[in-house]
């Protein structure tokens, strides 16, 4: 059974770094496109960034220029550094994975198989 694993949440206070990962197993990562998502409270989930097979990287607009996505084939895992973190960025984060290209990778319905996530918080 496909899996996909985050982890790197936590708490954190505004303007600062977590890096959260996505492990997958029983499949490679690098054959599929990897998306990171976030759902905060009372809102629908949004796409954050998303990185193709082929490595074509795309960001959500309000993370540009603050999260990073990368891909390391050999770990079979996807990370999402995000710095200058703000309390509008708390939320649950996942990852999924899906045969998406890079027009459509930060739409949740492009994508098969999701993590379980994990929870981000911004906060003083």
């Known amino acids: 059974q496909v899996q996909l694993v985050e982890s790197g949440g936590g708490l954190v206070q505004p303007g600062g770094s977590l890096s959260l990962s996505c492990a997958a197993s029983?499949?490679?990562?690098?054959?599929?496109?990897i998306g990171w998502f976030r759902q905060a409270p009372g809102k629908e989930r949004e796409g954050v960034s998303c990185?193709?097979?082929?490595?074509?990287?795309v960001y959500a607009d309000s993370v540009k220029g603050r999260f990073t996505i990368s891909r390391d084939n050999a770990k079979n895992t996807v990370y999402l550094q995000m710095n200058g973190l703000q309390p509008e960025d708390t939320a649950v984060y996942y990852c999924?994975?899906?045969?998406?290209?890079?027009?459509?990778?930060?739409?949740?319905?492009?994508?098969?198989?999701w993590g379980q996530g994990t929870q981000v918080t911004v906060s003083l």
């Open positions: 990185i193709t097979m082929v490595g074509t990287t």
């Open positions: 999924a994975s899906g045969n998406v290209a890079w027009k459509t990778c930060l739409a949740p319905g492009r994508y098969d198989y």
């Open positions: 029983r499949f490679r990562l690098d054959y599929y496109g």
